[in-house]
Every structure is written in structure tokens, then in C-alpha cells.
């Protein structure tokens, strides 16, 4: 580079090194920040507050199956064998059990629709249907996996 | 880059993608101003300067997790970042041209007393002129003093590419202002 042109290089770099940013920047940046953190929290809250109505749902659901239970006709039909061999199946949005917490299986009656929101495979059409099912059950009375037993079908 | 202030520059961003409001303060004060030097230099104008700086900024409130901390320094890639925002701004402004840009573009400026300040504006203008893969070199290296290999990192592009386009930059300078009595 000449000489008059390193010369003009390095006051224009000069220049450059002396001006400032408007303070006003930082300002609208931390609105910036603030609104994605407000809007961050909410999602959050959202999610959480989903994520535990639903497993209240499902809990209750399975706890108290005779209240949604509808009648069932007599004339029932069995697809799976009593004692089932099928592993059980975590149920999603519940905390998994402490390493030290006493569980119990409960066998119950649950509608086929809960076991198809609790994640399990039926291959059953019939939503309407009546499933028997084994539940694990924690400490503070979660359900906490199922499996199932038998389906007996309204059709 | 001392290994303390990459230490620092760590600290802050994992707080900040945590959501710390005081890291991201942080992050802005230590880095803001070699993002609107570069800006300005690019540029020439320091509302268009101080618009690419909150863009910056702006985009790593929403992207806190792009910047990986093993693949270089955060100032040279919100540089680079800043390099990227003014590429798109350019292209889009290209698409409008004010009707007398054609006239007001060929006006030389008037001859001023100060010969180094005329210089200096002449420089600012040829660098404006540059195309964009050249002008990045020339603000880098010849304007904010980065080595070639921060100039590297920011212009996304191999060592020696750096080192090519600066000479081919400093080329173009020098036939811009021949003529003009500055590279002769």
C-alpha cells in the first residue's frame, strides 16, 4: 500500500474506533429479551399445566374406573388370555418411581379409550369396550405403568 | 484471545441461555462495539450501522444455542453474523434504487482544504464501492486489525482466501483512487 493511502487507512480506522452505539439499543434490546422470556415462561406454563392435567385425568380415570364405567352387555367377548405376558407400558407425563418406592399392581377394569391415551397398542376398533388391565401403582397413588390383560368387547 | 476472557465469554452465555437478563447485558456490552465497527466500516453509515447492531443482537436473543463454543471465539462469529445481516439488507436494497441514484452516484465531492480529510472520505467511498466478499477483507484486517484467521472465521472462508482477496482488494483500491492523487 502507498503511503497516503495507509495513512487514510488508518485514520478512517480511527474514525471507526471513535463512534458510539446509541444508548437506546441496549434499551429496546432488553424489551427485546424481556417480551421472548415472558412469551419462553408461558409456553412453559402451558406445556407443565397440560402435562399434569393430563395425567390427573388419567390417573382418575384409572382409579376410579366405575365411574366411567358404562354398562356392559352380558354377552362379552375375550381377545387376551387372563394372565397376560405383555410387558407394561409406562404411562407418558408421570414421574417415573423412586428407586426406593413401594409399588403396587392393581388389577382394574379401564375403558380402551384411556388405554389408547395412556399409549398402549390396541388392536381393538371398539373405543366403547371395557379393558382389564394391571396397574402399577406408586406410593402417592399414581398410576405409573399399565399393561393389559383382556378387552371385552360391546360389539 | 486470553483463555480467561473465553472463560468469561462461556460463563456469560450459559447464563444467558438460561436466561439470565444480566448475562445477556453482559454479552452485549463487551461485544456490541466490534459488531458496529464492523457494521460502520461496511457500511459507511452509522444509522445503518447501529440498525445491523440490534439485528445482531436481536437474532441471539432467538438463537441462543447456535453459537458453539468449541468452533471459535463469540465476537468473531457476532461479527460474522453482522457480515450475513448486511449481505441480505444489501440485497434487498438493491431491488430499490431511488429514481436520481444515477446522478447523485458519479458526484465527486468538492475538493477540501484538508488533504488527508479528502482522502479519507475518497478511501470510505472506494471502500463502499468494493464488492462485498473484498470490502469484508479490507475492514477486517486493513481497518479493525483481525488476523487472517479471525478474518477467517467471520467471512466464512479458508485462511488463504483471506489472503487472496486482500490483495486483490487492496488492488482495486489502489486503481479506484489512481487518478485521485491517493495511491500514487
Do not use: M, N, Q
Given at each position: 500500500m502507498s503511503d497516503r493511502l495507509s495513512k487514510a487507512m488508518g485514520r478512517l480506522s480511527a474514525e471507526s474506533a471513535k463512534a458510539e452505539v446509541p444508548p437506546e439499543i441496549e434499551a429496546a434490546l432488553l424489551g427485546e429479551f424481556d417480551r421472548r422470556s415472558r412469551r419462553r415462561n408461558a409456553m412453559s406454563w402451558t406445556i407443565a399445566a397440560g402435562a399434569i392435567a393430563a395425567s390427573i385425568a388419567l390417573v382418575l380415570s384409572l382409579e376410579y374406573p366405575s365411574e366411567v364405567k358404562?354398562?356392559?352387555?352380558?354377552?362379552v367377548v375375550a381377545e387376551?388370555?387372563?394372565?397376560s405376558d405383555q410387558p407394561f407400558v409406562p404411562i407418558p407425563y408421570v414421574a417415573p418411581l423412586g428407586p426406593y418406592e413401594q409399588a403396587q399392581v392393581v388389577r382394574m377394569e379401564v375403558p380402551v379409550s384411556q388405554l389408547i391415551a395412556a399409549g398402549l397398542p390396541m388392536r381393538?376398533?371398539?373405543?366403547g369396550a371395557q379393558a382389564e388391565a394391571d396397574v402399577v401403582v406408586g406410593q402417592d397413588g399414581r398410576a405409573r405403568a399399565v399393561r393389559l390383560v383382556s378387552v371385552s368387547s360391546t360389539e | 484471545m486470553p483463555e480467561s476472557e473465553r472463560t468469561r465469554d462461556r460463563d456469560l452465555l450459559q447464563r444467558f441461555r438460561a436466561g439470565d437478563r444480566d448475562a445477556f447485558t453482559e454479552i452485549y456490552r463487551v461485544h456490541h462495539k466490534p459488531v458496529f465497527r464492523f457494521a460502520l466500516l461496511m457500511t459507511g453509515d452509522s444509522v445503518k450501522a447501529a440498525e445491523a447492531t440490534q439485528d445482531v443482537f436481536v437474532w441471539l436473543i432467538h438463537h441462543?444455542?447456535?453459537?458453539?463454543?468449541l468452533r471459535g471465539e463469540l465476537g468473531s462469529f457476532l461479527v460474522g453474523v453482522a457480515r450475513k445481516q448486511l449481505k441480505r439488507r444489501y440485497s434487498e436494497e438493491l431491488r430499490w434504487v431511488p429514481l436520481d441514484e444515477s446522478a447523485a452516484g458519479s458526484v465527486d465531492p468538492e475538493p477540501l482544504a484538508d488533504q488527508e480529510e479528502e482522502d479519507v472520505i475518497r478511501l470510505r467511498r472506494a471502500i463502499a464501492a468494493l464488492p462485498e466478499r473484498y470490502r469484508a477483507v479490507v475492514v477486517l484486517?486493513?481497518?479493525?486489525?483481525?488476523?487472517y484467521e479471525q478474518a477467517a472465521t467471520v467471512a466464512d472462508c479458508a485462511v488463504g482466501t483471506v489472503r487472496s482477496r486482500l490483495h486483490r482488494a487492496r488492488a482495486l483500491l489502489a486503481r479506484k483512487l489512481v487518478g485521485r492523487g491517493c495511491a500514487a
Open positions: 358404562p354398562d356392559v352387555p352380558a354377552a387376551v388370555a387372563p394372565e381393538t376398533t371398539d373405543v | 441462543p444455542a447456535d453459537f458453539d463454543p484486517c486493513d481497518l479493525d486489525g483481525k488476523s
